[in-house]
């Protein structure tokens, strides 16, 4: 059975930091690795999917990394934004798009 | 487009009662999967479906049917509903395998 940790499950950080999320998983058979956003009370978003032959995947001031082999997924948000506030979720895709879902970085951009 | 769209958005039933939580879709997607939140839990995957007619389990499908008659529609049913299913559903969709998926705002389900 794919697990998928995320840690920290909160973290607050000034704005105009780098965050660094990250987020591992033991089945390193899969698909893709996609990484959404939660906003409380809503559903989610796709932010960056990588597939698995893939190192690296951006898109803006996001930018997504895989190791396969070590299990590893890195989310990096450049220079944060107070409207970067949001719980953060990466999900493994095991194929069929059947995702294991971590349980989030909450993360809090302060002023 | 409309997008992913769920209906209810918030729903109380007792004990036993049934129910069917609704999705659809208006962007030609075949894949569908739903969705329960919990806290403490994530996401975990209850059913999905590759296409039309075709339907899988996921981790977690006890207590809960879905069909699959329409590219379109995948609603999901509870025939008997436990206190244990309180929770927030999630439907998701997308165009081919090994593709972003899109999310429905979701339905907050509590049972009493």
């Known amino acids: 059975k794919q697990e998928v940790t995320q840690i920290p499950a909160a973290l607050s950080v000034p704005e105009g930091e780098n965050l660094v999320l990250n987020c591992s998983f033991t089945?390193?058979?899969?698909?893709?690795l996609q990484w959404f956003r939660q906003d409380p009370g809503k559903g989610l978003t796709s932010l960056l999917l990588?597939?698995?032959?893939?190192r690296e995947q951006t898109s803006g001031r996001l930018n997504a990394s895989l190791d396969k082999s070590s299990g590893r997924s890195t989310l990096y948000i450049a220079a944060s934004q107070p409207g970067d506030s949001a719980t953060y979720l990466c999900a493994a895709d095991y194929g069929n798009n059947r995702l294991a879902f971590g349980k989030g970085n909450q993360v809090v951009v302060i002023p | 487009n409309a997008g992913v769209t769920q209906t209810p958005k918030f729903q109380v039933l007792k004990t036993g009662q049934s129910m069917t939580l609704q999705c659809a879709q208006d962007?030609?997607?075949?894949?569908m999967s739903w969705y329960r939140q919990d806290p403490g839990m994530g996401l975990r995957l209850i059913h999905y479906s590759v296409g039309a007619g075709i339907t899988d389990q996921g981790e977690v499908p006890n207590g809960y049917n879905v069909s699959r008659s329409t590219t379109e529609d995948f609603p999901l049913r509870l025939l008997s509903a436990a206190p244990s299913q309180t929770s927030v559903y999630f439907c998701?969709?997308?165009?081919?395998?090994?593709?972003?998926?899109?999310f429905g705002d979701g339905t907050r389900l509590s049972i009493l």
């Open positions: 962007m030609n997607h075949e894949y």
């Open positions: 089945d390193s058979a899969i698909y893709n």
């Open positions: 990588i597939q698995s032959s893939q």
């Open positions: 998701a969709s997308s165009r081919y395998s090994n593709q972003p998926q899109h």
